[in-house]
Nanobody, 125 residues
Framework: QAQLVESGGGSVQAGGFLRLSCKYS??????VAWFRQAPGKEREGLAS????????EIVDSLRGRFAISRDKEKNTVYLLMNSLKPEDTSMYSC????????????????????WGQGTQVTVSS
């Protein structure tokens, strides 16, 4: 079992910056990923990171604006979001618990077993 707690969401104007945090504990495995889901839309994978290796993956549409990093001593993964747009408004969640060995962790939701409660991000124009 793993536990994940997100924080750092809030309201920001377009063009702004936010840093989301995901504190993980328990048997979280090697991978942590960030997802978002807006009302009426499918959950979208954003970024992943291999906790041990540090390898990261950012989905193509967000590359250049979003980044992912981790602090192993704090058991925390960060999602750094720049140049925010109104369409980035969503509930952001982190997940862990992928089975198997990965060099580059996946960003597909069904592959993750454990989820946090999420943190809301609202971007106003």
């Amino acid at each position: 079992q793993a536990q994940l707690v997100e924080s750092g969401g809030g309201s920001v104007q377009a063009g702004g910056f936010l840093r989301l945090s995901c504190k993980y504990s328990g048997d979280s495995g090697d991978c942590v990923a960030w997802f978002r889901q807006a009302p009426g839309k499918e959950r979208e994978g954003l970024a992943s990171i291999h906790i041990g290796l540090g390898n990261t993956e950012i989905v193509d549409s967000l590359r250049g604006r979003f980044a992912i990093s981790r602090d192993k001593e704090k058991n925390t993964v960060y999602l750094l979001m720049n140049s925010l747009k109104p369409e980035d408004t969503s509930m952001y969640s982190c997940a862990a618990g992928v089975k198997g060995f990965w060099h580059i962790c996946p960003t597909l939701a069904p592959q993750y077993d454990y989820w946090g409660q999420g943190t809301q991000v609202t971007v106003s124009s």
